[in-house]
T-cell receptor, first 112, second 111 residues
């Protein structure tokens, strides 16, 4: 059974810091991995999608890496801003299944 | 561009009452559709998904059901709500194994 874990559960940092959020999964047989952002009381916004054959994806200040063999992904946020404050969710799509399995998320607070 | 709508945005219902949540997608055809629930302090859990009209797959046995009467309409229902049905319900769409796009969600409180 695929399980997704995100560490840390919560993070509070001053503005300007570079951050690393971690995601691990127990079964390496994944089709892809997605990172989402969720603001309080809102839906999810897709940030990055990494196919199983890829090692990383970049969008602006965000960079996500994938090491499928070790069951890990990291989301790197450069030069954090207060507007980055949100919950970040990692989700894997198991191979052969039409669904996503989510981690519990990392709640990020960036203070001025 | 594609847009996904959910309504209502919030709902307070007594235990034992029926439920109907609606999700519609605009700007696309034959999408995969999904219902997720996010309980307080917990991750998202897939409830149902659909690859076409009338085709529903259930992931978690419970007192909820889903229907897809039209290509871009996905409905989540219950005949009798339980306290444990409280949560944040999210609808999403995708093309096959591509990125999933989520709606704004419905906050359901069962009293």
């Amino acid at each position: 059974k695929q399980e997704v874990t995100q560490i840390p559960a919560a993070l509070s940092v001053p503005e300007g810091e570079n951050l690393v959020l971690n995601c691990s999964f127990t079964d390496s047989a994944i089709y892809n991995l997605q990172w989402f952002r969720q603001d309080p009381g809102k839906g999810l916004t897709s940030l990055l999608l990494i196919q199983s054959s890829q090692r990383e994806q970049t969008s602006g200040r965000l960079n996500a890496s994938l090491d499928k063999s070790s069951g890990r992904s990291t989301l790197y946020i450069a030069a954090s801003q207060p507007g980055d404050s949100a919950t970040y969710l990692c989700a894997v799509k198991p191979g052969g299944y039409n669904k996503l399995i989510f981690g519990a998320g990392t709640r990020l607070a960036v203070h001025p | 561009s594609q847009t996904i709508h959910q309504w209502p945005a919030t709902l307070v219902q007594p235990v034992g009452s029926p439920l109907s949540l609606e999700c519609t997608v605009e700007g696309t055809s034959n999408p995969n559709l999904y219902w997720y629930r996010q309980a307080a302090g917990r991750g998202l859990q897939l409830l149902f998904y659909s690859v076409g009209i009338g085709q529903i797959s259930s992931e978690v046995p419970q007192n909820l059901s889903a229907s897809r009467p039209q290509d871009r309409q996905f409905i989540l229902s219950s005949k009798k709500l339980l306290l444990s049905d409280s949560g944040f319900y999210l609808c999403a769409w995708s093309f096959a194994a591509d990125t999933q796009y989520f709606g704004p969600g419905t906050r359901l409180t069962v009293l």
